[in-house]
């Protein structure tokens, strides 16, 4: 792709329509104030969100948000921009996949939803596998947790991820236009990235969205990595080799918007390709005897064409022809990845007797990627699905107030190639699910439920899956004194096993194992308790949480047997339990100057044993300095410590000190026009940092580097 062309025609696109429909750009200057909130460099701004729109003091639970202006400055992918969140780090596999690890938790446990909908995309399956929103083009980030989540799935002890975008309008713009432009270049690994959006009304209740994203980087800077070559020597390389990621994205959507709501259609457009760095041919050769493995390799296994015991053809021609594709960047293997989804989005005021509002979604993803080496595609993974959801608020009943809602989906998942890991199958799911919440005096009480029944119809002579799960959840936010407020929150959550982890049958070298799914597993359950005590003053403000999680039939991945770094795995079940703490203090000094500390720690264990991939102890302190209505800036510094508290196969992980600072210059020049130019440097000591959290734990993550962007919104 050629990053000047896209970077033209977004920049072109934008600028002009802000120019065209622009009613009055020379009206004076106003809300100076508000604007330059928003701009606060390298600082998450976080508070607590809240489905049913309520009040921020309402809720004691750890939310927290993201908005655009720091999305604008973050991580090109999920996990990246969201790991600076207290509680959170990132599984990164490279440049182009991560998604979030909240409270020790991954995959089926840290729900990812886009508008309140299913991503239908397959990266809960594997950390190499991206997650297909942007966050440069949400317009904020929700971790949501407590009763809350169970308006969205069940299971995500740790927290639930809500990416929210403007795809589909839901108001109409101010003055006819609005949108944004945005560039940047980041010298850790040549990334060029700009992303474009605009919002026109077309008469007086249509309003038409297009927004677009294009990136390229290089395979990224690290300061001590070591390439090991199949002979065994060590090569220091100034570039983690295949790390590469390159990105398009494209969304247009149409809303009618009357005084009682909102009703539109959006369509989506996304093809990424990116490198899967750390992978070695050594274990291609491992197969399974009797529950062991052996790696030797045989005349045999090089044949593709291949039946696992359950009666499933794996075969693939590997006829997929790449030639077309300008990949340059190595031998490696890499991901071409294309997704296209249509959406549909509604909402209508007072839509009869007893309620406020009726909301309405529905969405349908027609997902590939292919895993490529050279110009072969060694895997496919095919990805099918819907998902909607109806959902009622109701006026207040004996002073509760509470939505009702249900949902359905389906994703349709097919598999072929050498890491074929099950058959193609059919998963359904239907869902009842609510939430209400009342004032007693002081204390807020808030409580959640959902029913989830699921069908998975497998197409091999593995037996098909069919069960329920029930959730329940509460939460009492108390100001026992002003300004102080204590929260409490329980909840016992059931989540019903995946596809994977009932069928699973086959080699899996991105994360080095040979996987066995369970057609037995029961469904995981768990009960947690949530503390927290908040204090909000005039200066000082600071928050402490303490959580601890207890799990019956905890799905994890068993260790059966090992040969040097690959692993025998089946998905198997016991007890586990996850504790920690999250807090954070800050004081504002004055008109310009804020600073802040804060801290988190979390532990696992599984049948008493460490649990795998379990982040260590992270402590930082923060500035920020508004110095006047134009300059900002910010300066953070963060220890996280040596994880030595690590699970059977896993080494131990060496510590490390970042140092990030920022500044930033916002310039108005006309009614709901601005531009921010801002340079930020990461890593500025320059260390070699290693994440425990991530597979890929031995190479290292990106050294020092530095982003210069300019930020035009209208």
Known sequence: MSF????????????????????????????????KDEVQQLEAVTFTAHPLEQSTQDFGVADQTVNRAHLQQSGSTLGEALKQELGVYSNSFGAGSSRPVIRGQEGARVKVTQNATETIDVSSLSPDHAVTVDPQLAEKIDIIRGPSTLLYGAGSVGGLVNVTDSKI??????????????????????????????????????????????????????????HEHEDGDFEKERRVGNTFAESDN?????????????????????????????????????????????????????????????????????????????????AGPWI?????????????????????????QASYTDYQHDEIEGDEAMTTFKSKGYDGRIELVHNPLAQWEGVWGVQASQQKLDITGEEALFAPNKTQKYSLFGL?????????????????????????????????????????????????????????????????????????????????????????????????????????????????????????????????????????????KFYGTEAAIAYQFNDVYNASLFGDY????????????????????????????????????????????????EKETKGYNMVNVGVAYRYPFAYKQEATVYLNANNLLDETVYEHSSFLSSIPQVGRNFVVGINYKF
């Open 4 to 35: 000047s062309k896209h970077i033209l025609a977004l920049s072109i696109t934008a600028a002009f329509a802000g120019s065209v429909w622009a009613d009055d750009i020379s009206q004076p200057i106003q809300n100076n104030q508000s604007s």
């Open 169 to 226: 309008p839901s108001k109409m713009p101010v003055n006819g236009q609005e949108g944004h432009v945005g560039v940047r270049y980041n010298s850790g690994n040549d990334e060029k990235l700009a992303n474009a959006g605009v919002t026109v009304g077309l008469g007086s209740n249509v309003a038409l969205r297009v927004e677009g994203l294009t990136r390229e980087a290089n395979d990224y800077i690290s300061p001590n990595y070591f």
């Open 250 to 330: 494209v969304n247009v959507g149409l809303s009618w918007i009357g005084e009682r709501g909102f009703a539109g259609v959006s369509y989506s457009n996304r093809k990424d390709k990116y490198g899967l760095p750390g992978h070695s041919h050594e274990y291609e050769a491992c197969h399974l005897h009797d529950l062991k493995l052996h790696c030797e390799p045989h005349e045999e296994d090089h044949d593709h064409e291949h039946k696992d015991e359950h009666g499933h053809d794996h075969g693939h021609s590997h006829g997929h022809d790449h030639d077309e594709h300008d990949h340059e960047h190595g």
């Open 336 to 360: 071409d990845l294309k997704s296209e989804r249509y959406d549909f989005r509604s909402e209508l005021k007072d839509p009869f007797t007893g309620f406020k509002k009726l909301r309405a």
């Open 436 to 576: 209400e919440h009342r004032q007693f005096g002081d204390v807020h009480v808030e409580l959640g439920t959902r029913f989830d029944h699921q069908k998975i119809e497998i197409d091999s002579t593995q037996k098909d899956y069919d069960g329920n799960a029930v959730s329940v959840s509460g939460a009492a936010n108390w100001e026992f004194i002003p300004d102080y407020t204590l929260s409490l929150s329980a909840s016992h959550q059931q989540r019903l096993p995946s596809a994977q982890e009932l069928y699973s049958h086959g080699g899996h070298f991105a994360t080095n194992t040979y996987e066995l799914g369970d057609e037995n597993l029961d469904k995981e359950k768990s009960n947690n308790v949530e503390l927290g005590l908040h204090y909000k003053g005039d200066q000082l403000s600071y928050h402490v949480h303490l959580y601890h999680n207890w799990f019956d039939n905890y799905i994890y991945a068993r260790t059966l047997d090992q040969y040097k770094n690959f692993r025998l795995i089946q998905y198997s079940q016991d007890e586990a």
């Open 602 to 649: 979390v532990r696992g264990k599984i049948d008493n044993k460490n649990a795998p991939r379990v982040p260590a102890g992270r402590l930082g302190t923060r500035v920020t300095a508004n110095f006047d209505d134009n300059w900002s800036g910010s300066a953070e510094y963060s220890h996280v410590f040596n994880q030595d508290k690590f699970a059977a196969y």
